[in-house]
């Protein structure tokens, strides 16, 4: 069971049988379509539970039980609705761009997996790890954009459209407080690469460590992040009861599957993101200098540390949906512009001093 | 040929073909998204040459920043659904001599150069030393040019509210 706690031990001895087999092209292209099936089945199964999760949550939150019937207190149930949205036929409107149309959904896939692909999930479970790790994945989340705006235009529908550039206007400007937020943080670890944040946190996590500029940072990157994902109180992009569904009113079938699939993607993402930074990531808590602490805690996987955190942030997020009444898409840019980036560009300055003086732990 | 050559050539096909689409299409959304894919081509070829600052900063400025921007001026005008008008037969013709002659003048420069493999760039481009160097004030340093194009992004910055204020009506201040 050491490979639990170590999982180059696992890649290692793949990547040995590998080699031993083939020869050196034909190994790369094997272990390339093993960590692509691998994504696509963490993808798949990222749904399947955050769709359940999120119908059963809203449900408790409204004092009702939520899906019940499909299986054992309804575990099945999103089963089922794959399977009904896999027969469903795709529609389109007549006066639609086919080409953009398909190619929307596929585009904000994408930059989910391109995302995804960057994250640390255990020790030594890291499929990309660039020393711009930070920055790689901030860039390639801000891709998303453009397959909202384009399935807005595209489906040839005025709700689509208006959906589409309150979005693009929404994730544009929370953009920046979430990499501002992160800055925050990057400031004390001075690394942007993600393995060696979470190595920066083994004596306690940045949260913890960072004083109250790091508290500042997290809250602001627990509401930044949620307006990024389009997710209520900041869901103006879908807005059931004035647009319909927004961008994705035309969308039937699969491809809707897919818009859906990608949010809660992005969902993972970011929350995973948030606890690689402020929460420590797969690194267990520990606190420096209590060693036989540290080692009872060590005795928990990794992987466990790093699902559990990120599973707390995503009912957070869940919380705050089924919690807060939607904002107008006025309050919305003036939270942001007036109120979140002023504070955090503060807050960095604040940081930046804190560190320079050397009075953080 | 190596896996390697394989992904250049894949993604250099890519990038030739989409790069000739976004000139070619007669609708200008597609244009735009034609666009984006050769971009996102250029930043795979970073990548792959293991430039990874560079193919994150390419894919935040051009595929991020500057398509968004061109989607978001696209779809703010009108006519957006009309197909363009196609060029007289003259100007076809014109471009693509200007065209080929271009690429065939880089194509002989290219192949007649003899490049040689420098021996002291093996050193790898980190994060720390970008930004040692981008703030450096000392030898080899980049914070006098810095700073003159972030009073230029200012001024841009100041110049546009200054311009998309101009025409609020007087007296609900």
Not at chain 1, 145 to 167: E, F, H, P, Q, T
Not at chain 1, 198 to 206: L, M, N, P, T, Y
Not at chain 2, 8 to 17: D, E, P
């Amino acid at each position: 069971m050491n490979w639990l706690y170590d999982f180059s031990i696992l890649t290692q001895s793949i990547h040995e049988s590998l080699s031993r087999n083939f020869v050196p092209g034909t190994v790369v292209l094997i272990e390339m379509i093993l960590a692509g099936v691998a994504f696509m089945i963490l993808f798949a199964l990222l749904g399947l539970v955050l769709v359940y999760a999120e119908r059963k949550v809203s449900a408790f939150f409204q004092q009702r039980l939520g899906p019940m019937r499909v299986g054992k207190w309804g575990t099945a149930q999103t089963l089922a609705d794959v399977i009904k949205l896999l027969m469903k036929e795709p529609l389109m409107n007549k006066n639609a761009d086919k080409f953009l149309f398909n190619l929307a959904p596929y585009i904000i896939m994408i930059s989910a997996f391109m995302a995804m692909a960057a994250l640390p999930f255990a020790k030594g479970l890291q499929a990309l790890d660039f020393d711009v790790g930070l920055l790689y994945i901030s860039a390639v989340s801000s891709l998303g954009v453009i397959g909202i705006l384009l399935a807005g235009w595209s489906s040839d529908n005025k709700y689509s459209l208006i959906g589409a550039l309150r979005s693009g206007a929404q994730i544009i400007s929370y953009e920046l407080s979430v990499g501002l937020s992160l800055l925050t943080i990057v400031v004390l670890t001075g690394s942007l690469q993600l393995s060696v944040i979470v190595e920066s946190q083994a004596d306690g996590w940045w949260i913890f460590r960072g004083h109250i500029p790091a508290v500042i940072a997290f809250i602001i990157f627990l509401i930044a992040s949620t307006a990024e994902t389009n997710r209520g109180p900041f869901d103006l992009a879908e807005a059931e009861s004035e647009l319909t569904a927004g961008f994705h009113t035309e969308y039937s079938g699969m491809k809707f599957a897919f818009f859906f699939l990608a949010e809660f993607a992005n969902m993972f993402i970011v929350s995973a993101l948030g606890a690689t930074v402020f929460l420590g990531g797969w690194m267990p808590f520990h606190i420096g200098g209590w060693e036989a602490f540290n080692n009872i805690m060590d005795y928990i996987p990794p992987i466990v540390w790093f699902f559990g955190k990120v599973s707390f942030m995503i009912f957070m997020m869940m919380w705050f949906r089924w919690t807060f009444p939607r904002l107008r898409i006025d309050q919305l840019l003036t939270l942001e512009w007036k109120y979140l980036l002023p504070v955090n560009l503060m807050n960095i300055l604040v940081m930046a001093f804190l560190v320079l003086m050397g009075w953080h732990f | 040929m190596g896996t390697s050559a394989i992904i250049f050539y894949t993604i250099a096909a890519i990038m030739i073909v989409f790069s000739l689409l976004a000139v070619t299409a007669r609708k200008i959304l597609r244009a735009a998204v034609y666009l984006l894919f050769a971009l996102g081509g250029t930043a795979a070829i970073y990548f792959m040459m293991n430039y990874f600052f560079l193919a994150a900063v390419q894919l935040i400025v051009y595929a991020g920043g500057i398509v968004v921007l061109i989607i978001f001026s696209i779809l703010l005008t009108s006519h957006i659904e009309e197909k363009m008008q196609k060029p007289d037969t003259w100007k076809i013709i014109l471009t693509s001599i200007l065209g080929f002659g271009g690429t065939a003048l880089c194509l002989f420069v290219i192949t007649n150069h003899l490049f040689v493999a420098h021996p002291a760039t093996g050193a790898e481009a980190t994060m720390a030393t970008i930004g040692e160097k981008l703030l450096g004030y000392g030898e080899g340093g980049y914070v006098l040019p810095f700073e003159v194009i972030s009073i230029l992004l200012l001024a841009a910055m100041i110049g546009a509210i200054v311009v998309a204020k101009r025409n609020k009506p007087k007296g609900n201040g």
